[in-house]
């Protein structure tokens, strides 16, 4: 089954925490870092994942692009995120699809529950983002770890020789 994660930009943005900080001062900042965190959902979880964000506050026409594998959506002029999202939704739905839609807004809870899509708040992402951080930090200690010292594994007593010779012991 293909899960896909369906993504209001904006929302997310003026709900998590440190985005919310950095939207008051570095707006398109803000939506790097989101951005950001969504290629790491997408990298950890193996999950297609699409960021939806209102036109108005971007000038220009409609764009559509891929970064860092995660597809980005900037909406038509007079077209809001709520309106792509619910015609994704009705787009992409299928059998052996499961799709979730990340908003806190719950009017657009409702209608895309409506449509078979489940939902995800952004408190929910949020917190499943930390733990996917989490996971990746402990991931990374636990390799370098277990990195041998040597680029030729050598056993327990070679390497205990050889570091006693480093060291100028007998």
Do not use: C
């Not at 950890?44 to 764009?63: E, N, T, Y």
């Not at 839609?101 to 895309?112: G, H, K, L, W, Y």
């Not at 952004?122 to 990374?140: C, D, G, P």
């Amino acid at each position: 089954m293909q899960t896909i994660l369906i993504v209001d930009g904006y929302n997310m943005i003026g709900s998590w925490k440190d985005l919310r900080s950095l939207r008051d001062t570095n707006f398109e900042e803000a939506r790097n870092r989101l951005l950001d965190h969504m290629a790491e959902l997408k990298a950890s979880m193996g999950w297609r994942v699409i960021v939806v964000f209102d036109a108005h506050l971007v000038p220009g026409v409609q764009q559509t692009y891929v970064q860092n594998g995660v597809e980005i959506i900037y909406t038509r002029k007079n077209e809001t995120a709520d309106e792509r999202i619910e015609k994704l939704t009705t787009e992409l739905k299928g059998r052996k699809i499961q799709i979730y839609v990340a908003t806190s807004d719950m009017t657009e809870q409702n209608v895309i529950f409506g449509q078979g899509a489940l939902r995800k708040s952004a408190r929910e992402l949020e917190i499943e983002m930390q733990i996917i951080k989490s996971n990746i930090s402990q991931e990374v200690k636990t390799t370098h770890k277990e990195k041998p010292k040597s680029r030729i594994q050598l056993s327990k007593d070679v390497e205990l020789a050889f570091e006693k010779w480093r060291r100028g012991l007998k």
